[in-house]
């Protein structure tokens, strides 16, 4: 049994790299590869995904997909492109902190932390780099005020 793990866009997965020169070695129709890869992807259209390729002794195949990185969905709930090119001066966008929890549990998973307040904490360390108010405030006085406790995060 082989593991495969490549990064393709979300839906739009082709047989030309990176997922050609790494299937077709293995035996695989690519074609069909590529069309399972496309179907499990596209509730993240556009976005980068890792998806992980099981291949068996049978040459039957089975994908994992993974969820794409916070910065990635962040940018999806927004509809930016980018971030901003200098972040903690210039803002380029303002995350309601429902969302960033949204994000935070669907990344919990793959997060080290115990809980979905840490991997929220995970979330806002990501907005500082991006560029991105929470709530319209600055995401490090977000992060101080749930620390403080004036604002509760729910563990569900």
């Not at 840490?118 to 990501?126: F, I």
């Amino acid at each position: 049994m082989k593991e495969v793990e490549v990064l393709v866009t979300g839906g739009q997965a082709t047989p030309g790299p990176p997922l050609g020169p790494v299937i077709g070695p293995l035996g695989l129709n690519v074609k069909q590869v590529v069309d399972k890869i496309n179907e499990a992807t596209k509730e993240y259209l556009g976005l980068n995904v890792p998806v992980k390729i099981i291949v068996k002794e049978d040459r039957s195949f089975e994908i994992k997909v993974g969820v794409p990185p916070v910065s990635a969905l962040i940018k999806r709930e927004l509809k930016l492109e980018k971030g901003s090119s200098n972040p903690g001066k210039d803002f380029v966008g303002n995350i309601k902190l429902e969302q960033l929890i949204k994000i935070a549990k669907l990344k919990k998973e793959k997060s080290l932390s115990y809980s979905i307040k840490g991997v929220v904490k995970e979330a806002l360390g990501v907005c500082v780099s991006m560029g991105i108010k929470v709530d319209g405030k600055n995401p490090k006085e977000v992060l101080k005020e749930i620390d403080e406790g004036k604002i509760k995060i729910p563990e569900d």
